[in-house]
């Protein structure tokens, strides 16, 4: 079992950048680990993905503004979220699959005004 944390979130003028950070409570260097975000009335969406390779994908929708990245020696995992848009606006989660276990930090809310 592994406990999330996530941290780096607030409240920011639209194109501005921000940096999570999810701090994994175990090792997750062999583990595809991704962030998810959901806005109010909406189905949380990914955002972003990393394998254990170095590999990453991301969202349409932010392709090009976010960059996903790992630092496995701290158990942690990074977005760093540019140009933001109000769009960007929600809750963002840290993601890891380990086995056919999914687990979740408790968010950390990203609001982007315009």
């Known amino acids: 079992q592994v406990q999330l944390v996530e941290s780096g979130g607030g409240l920011v003028q639209a194109g501005a950048s921000l940096r999570l950070s999810c701090a994994a409570s175990?090792?997750?260097?062999?583990?595809?680990v991704a962030w998810f975000r959901q806005a109010p009335g909406k189905q949380r969406e990914l955002v972003a993905s990393?394998?254990?390779?170095?590999?990453?994908d991301y969202a349409n929708s932010v392709l090009g503004r976010f960059t996903i990245s790992r630092d496995n020696t701290k158990n942690s995992v990074f977005l760093q979220m540019s140009s933001l848009k109000p769009d960007d606006t929600a809750v963002y989660y840290c993601?890891?699959?380990?086995?056919?276990?999914?687990?979740w930090g408790q968010g950390t809310q990203v609001t982007v005004s315009s």
């Open positions: 993601n890891v699959i380990i086995g056919i276990t999914r687990y």
């Open positions: 175990a090792s997750i260097f062999n583990n595809y």
């Open positions: 990393i394998t254990t390779g170095g590999s990453t």
